[in-house]
């Protein structure tokens, strides 16, 4: 990591005119010059370089395009192997001093119903997420307000962690909590790291800075678009070594965003090394006192772009949404790592059961509700191995020990034996018997795999495996590489 002064570089890394120039270039690039660029993605070293991503953009022909998504499903199997981790939001505080326009939580929605959960309430909607559904990992999300600032975040990460639920044959617990927050300073934190923080999360919105500054009005913090471009500067600065970035399609154009997204990714590895854990891509929906009408994204661009970012940033995770709707998430699970389920945005929906989309309870519209049972019984039926694994960052593969594992394709080999384990868990606790007769069929295949594979798995691992497999089975939980 470089000598960097924060105070001293506060500058826009974000090269606006370059990126501009880059869309507007209408020269089409030729199949050899998009093979090479997947061959420089498939070596898994670090970001593409913009040039390279803005020619995977301007591929329209057909067979191209079959090449790009193939390619990028197996720069997925290739550093995640086949399996798909699935977590939940919890929404505690709508509570918000902004104003974005495409925001239900913004300051002037009058519809919305205002509310800040207690710890006592995080611990009933942590208790049914970890006892009831079966998650392992959360995303906290709150808005920017002094009432859910660090010292609140900090307590619910304890809160959250000290829930502990008897299940069928085991318990539910909460083994990693994410936050999706306001950018912090770097005290407050070091307050959450300490209080045990997953990945921080922030997402730009727009990386258009013209853009950024029509949505986001003057007078709030949001509207300091430099402020929030280095959020994650200050995360590793407080000594948080995982961090997630994320657009909000929908605002503007969507290759400006892809784009953008990517330039972030390079600048964080010039700076510390370490890439984004995660990239995000919601689209923009439907929200409580917004009439913000923006630039539509297509079924068609949306698989695109998501194809095009896990061939850019190819050791990151790519996590898709129930913003979508199941049928896209179909179409583009194969260039995945993450997901979520049984998804309530409501504030203190899980553990008051609320089922109906409430638009003046929530941020944003929903496209699937569906329950995780269900989902993982169609991933079951699509291949995918569902992963509640959580061990990597006990084991202290985070930072830029993970990026090393993940360039080197050695993580994956992690990913399917501790799929393997928790997806075991996970069916003995929580399964219906429908889903949990698809899903011990996949762990025999899954097995088979890893028994058989002599390359990329010692005969002490499979020893490991399979012990810990029995134990599993037998009622111990947790056990993982």
Same mark, same amino acid.
């Given at each position: 990591?470089?000598?960097?002064?924060?105070?001293? $570089?506060?500058?826009?890394?974000?090269?606006?005119?370059?990126?501009?120039? +880059? /869309?507007?270039?209408?020269?089409?690039?030729?199949?050899?010059?998009?093979?090479?660029?997947?061959?420089?993605?498939?070596?898994?070293?670090?970001?593409?370089?913009?040039?390279?991503?803005?020619?995977?953009?301007? #591929?329209?022909?057909?067979?191209?395009?079959?090449?790009?998504?193939?390619?990028? *499903?197996?720069?997925?199997?290739?550093?995640?192997?086949?399996?798909?981790?699935?977590? *939940?939001?919890?929404?505690?505080?709508?509570?918000?001093?902004?104003?974005?326009?495409?925001?239900?939580?913004?300051?002037?929605?009058?519809?919305?119903?205002?509310?800040?959960?207690?710890?006592?309430?995080?611990?009933?909607?942590?208790?049914?997420?970890?006892?009831?559904?079966?998650?392992?990992?959360?995303?906290? #999300?709150?808005?920017?307000?002094?009432?859910?600032?660090?010292?609140? /975040?900090?307590?619910?990460?304890?809160?959250?962690?000290?829930?502990?639920?008897?299940?069928?044959?085991?318990?539910?617990? /909460?083994?990693?909590?994410?936050?999706? *927050?306001?950018?912090?300073?770097?005290?407050?934190?070091?307050?959450?790291? *300490?209080?045990? /923080?997953?990945?921080?999360?922030?997402?730009?919105?727009?990386?258009?800075?013209?853009?950024?500054?029509?949505?986001?009005?003057?007078?709030?913090?949001?509207?300091?678009?430099?402020?929030?471009?280095?959020?994650?500067?200050?995360?590793?600065?407080?000594?948080?070594?995982?961090?997630?970035?994320?657009? +909000?399609?929908?605002?503007?154009?969507?290759?400006?965003?892809?784009?953008?997204? #990517?330039?972030?990714?390079?600048?964080?590895?010039?700076?510390?090394?370490?890439?984004?854990?995660?990239?995000?891509?919601?689209?923009?929906?439907?929200?409580?006192?917004?009439?913000?009408?923006?630039?539509?994204?297509?079924?068609?661009?949306?698989?695109?772009? #998501?194809?095009?970012?896990?061939?850019?940033?190819?050791?990151?995770?790519?996590?898709?949404?129930?913003?979508?709707?199941?049928?896209?998430?179909?179409?583009?699970?194969?260039?995945?790592?993450?997901?979520?389920?049984?998804?309530?945005?409501?504030?203190?929906?899980?553990?008051?059961?609320? $089922?109906?989309?409430?638009?003046?309870?929530?941020?944003?519209?929903?496209?699937?509700?569906?329950?995780?049972?269900?989902?993982?019984?169609?991933?079951?039926?699509?291949?995918?191995?569902?992963?509640?694994?959580?061990?990597?960052?006990?084991?202290?593969?985070?930072?830029?020990?993970?990026?090393?594992?993940?360039?080197?394709?050695?993580?994956?080999?992690?990913?399917?034996?501790?799929?393997?384990?928790?997806?075991?868990?996970?069916?003995?606790?929580?399964?219906?018997?429908?889903?949990?007769?698809?899903?011990?069929? +996949?762990?025999?295949?899954?097995?088979?795999?890893?028994?058989?594979?002599?390359?990329?798995?010692?005969?002490?691992?499979?020893?490991?495996?399979?012990?810990?497999?029995?134990?599993?089975?037998?009622?111990?939980?947790?056990?993982?590489?």
């Amino acid at each position: 990591m470089e000598k960097y002064d924060l105070k001293e $570089n506060m500058l826009d890394f974000i090269d606006r005119q370059k990126i501009l120039s +880059l /869309i507007k270039d209408e020269k089409t690039p030729t199949k050899e010059e998009v093979r090479d660029i997947i061959k420089k993605s498939i070596e898994v070293s670090e970001a593409l370089d913009l040039s390279d991503v803005a020619k995977l953009i301007k #591929v329209n022909d057909k067979d191209m395009l079959e090449e790009i998504y193939q390619a990028a *499903a197996d720069v997925k199997k290739k550093v995640y192997d086949n399996r798909i981790v699935t977590f *939940a939001p919890l929404y505690a505080s709508n509570l918000c001093v902004n104003n974005c326009l495409y925001c239900g939580f913004r300051r002037d929605n009058k519809d919305i119903i205002r509310r800040t959960l207690s710890q006592k309430e995080i611990y009933e909607e942590a208790k049914v997420l970890a006892g009831d559904i079966g998650h392992k990992r959360l995303i906290f #999300v709150v808005g920017e307000h002094p009432a859910s600032g660090a010292d609140y /975040i900090a307590d619910s990460l304890k809160t959250i962690y000290s829930v502990k639920v008897k299940t069928k044959n085991g318990y539910g617990q /909460i083994r990693r909590v994410n936050v999706n *927050a306001a950018p912090m300073s770097v005290d407050d934190l070091k307050k959450i790291k *300490a209080a045990g /923080i997953g990945t921080f999360q922030v997402f730009q919105e727009t990386y258009d800075k013209e853009l950024y500054s029509r949505l986001h009005p003057k007078n709030t913090p949001k509207s300091d678009f430099n402020y929030r471009l280095y959020a994650l500067h200050r995360a590793f600065e407080a000594g948080i070594d995982d961090v997630a970035i994320g657009a +909000l399609f929908g605002l503007g154009d969507w290759r400006f965003e892809v784009l953008g997204l #990517v330039q972030h990714a390079k600048e964080l590895e010039r700076v510390f090394g370490i890439g984004p854990h995660t990239v995000s891509f919601p689209r923009l929906e439907r929200a409580s006192g917004s009439e913000l009408v923006g630039t539509a994204v297509s079924n068609d661009d949306f698989k695109k772009l #998501v194809a095009i970012l896990r061939l850019s940033i190819p050791y990151s995770g790519i996590i898709v949404t129930c913003r979508e709707t199941p049928e896209v998430i179909r179409s583009i699970i194969p260039f995945c790592t993450q997901r979520d389920a049984s998804t309530k945005i409501g504030i203190g929906a899980y553990s008051e059961r609320k $089922n109906s989309q409430e638009l003046n309870r929530q941020q944003f519209e929903l496209g699937d509700t569906r329950k995780l049972d269900e989902v993982i019984g169609e991933l079951a039926d699509m291949g995918y191995i569902t992963s509640f694994c959580t061990s990597g960052y006990r084991c202290g593969r985070t930072g830029d020990h993970i990026m090393k594992l993940l360039k080197s394709g050695v993580e994956s080999r992690f990913c399917k034996l501790n799929a393997i384990l928790t997806f075991r868990e996970w069916l003995d606790d929580f399964a219906s018997d429908d889903v949990k007769k698809k899903g011990e069929k +996949l762990i025999e295949k899954e097995l088979d795999e890893v028994l058989k594979d002599n390359k990329r798995f010692t005969p002490e691992m499979k020893k490991t495996l399979t012990t810990y497999y029995e134990k599993i089975k037998s009622g111990e939980r947790d056990l993982s590489f």
